[in-house]
């Protein structure tokens, strides 16, 4: 069956926005399901794209704005739980009734972001809920066409790991850094993308799980003294050792808004590194973190914030 038309759950998003603009420019009718229209605005003037607002997590409102669509890709995800969604209902519930809902419409083919490292037996709940949800999807593999992404961190233009520890390091005489020797093996958002689009009427993706890996290995430590090095400032960097790095966490957690919680921490307990080469079979060559964090953190410049605007417009 050709695929034309694409239903992108969470592509308001930061990896959301990067594999939109990826499906538009091939030439894909991508409906972008969000919870605010307004949300998506930087989306708004890509000639393939429309934006729905839609209530994913009623199954009523789900199935009508499925309708129609040739594939699915499932992106949505949460680092911090709160009263209003748990990660075993976006992580684990959702792609659950998603799949269940694409076999009732018959929509063969489901693209399933999860997370480097996720297993039933992993130490945080946050990894534990992706391998429930990557279970959930591969149940329906027999009915349809799924792929599974499992990325490590990643990192680009507006992303929420290396622009937080830019906007801390400007203000902050002192890092005090949970987990230092946590190891990180970052991909670039446009390679993530990238292997998403190429991937819908590839064959050979059908029933895969794919880890997704830069180039480079970095400890904790490393990549946050590689984001000074890249601004130009120094700043010392003191490890905490596990009970401290906890600690910090549930002070964290007890903030406004939310940087870091105890969950996150036991994440960093197994380190976010694939022992397996990217997959050739997207054709994409890996971007290290070098060749690309300069573009977006130093935006006090002209060129930073012209290149702001650029990605606001998806160019």
């Not at 911090?80 to 659950?96: E, G, I, K, M, N």
């Not at 600690?247 to 969950?263: H, N, T, W, Y």
Request: proline share 4%; glycine share 6%; charged share 20%.
């Amino acid at each position: 069956m050709q695929i034309r038309k694409i239903a992108v759950l969470g592509g308001s998003g930061f990896v959301g926005s990067s594999v939109v603009a990826k499906l538009d420019q091939a030439g894909y009718s991508v409906t972008v399901l969000t919870r605010r229209r307004d949300s998506a605005k930087h989306l708004f003037l890509l000639p393939n794209v429309t934006v729905v607002e839609c209530n994913v997590m009623d199954d009523q409102a789900l199935t009508a704005a499925l309708k129609g669509a040739d594939a699915v890709i499932n992106l949505i995800g949460i680092l911090h739980q709160s009263h209003r969604a748990s990660f075993d209902s976006v992580h684990h519930q959702l792609p659950a009734r998603l799949a269940k809902i694409c076999d009732a419409l018959g929509i063969r083919r489901l693209l399933q972001m999860s997370s480097l490292q996720a297993a039933k037996s992993a130490p945080s709940e946050y990894l534990r809920s992706k391998a429930a949800g990557e279970a959930a999807v591969l149940a329906y593999a027999k009915k349809l066409d799924v792929t599974i992404f499992r990325p490590s961190i990643i990192f680009g233009r507006g992303d929420s790991f290396i622009n937080l520890f830019a906007t801390l390091i400007k203000f902050l005489p002192v890092v005090l850094l949970a987990k230092p020797n946590a190891r990180f093996q970052p991909t670039w958002v446009e390679d993530v993308a990238s292997c998403f689009t190429a991937s819908i009427q590839n064959t050979g993706t059908y029933g895969q799980v794919y880890e997704l890996a830069g180039p480079k290995v970095y400890t904790f430590r490393q990549l946050v003294q590689q984001v000074m090095t890249t601004l130009g400032v120094k700043r010392p960097i003191i490890g905490l050792c596990n009970a401290l790095s906890y600690a910090q966490a549930f002070m964290m957690e007890l903030l406004p808004v939310k940087l870091m919680s105890r969950d996150n921490v036991r994440s960093m307990e197994v380190d976010s590194v694939s022992t397996s080469l990217f997959p050739v079979i997207f054709g994409v060559e890996p971007t290290p973190l070098e060749a690309v964090i300069p573009e977006y953190l130093v935006d006090s410049t002209q060129r930073g914030a012209y290149d702001r605007y650029r990605s606001f417009a998806a160019r």
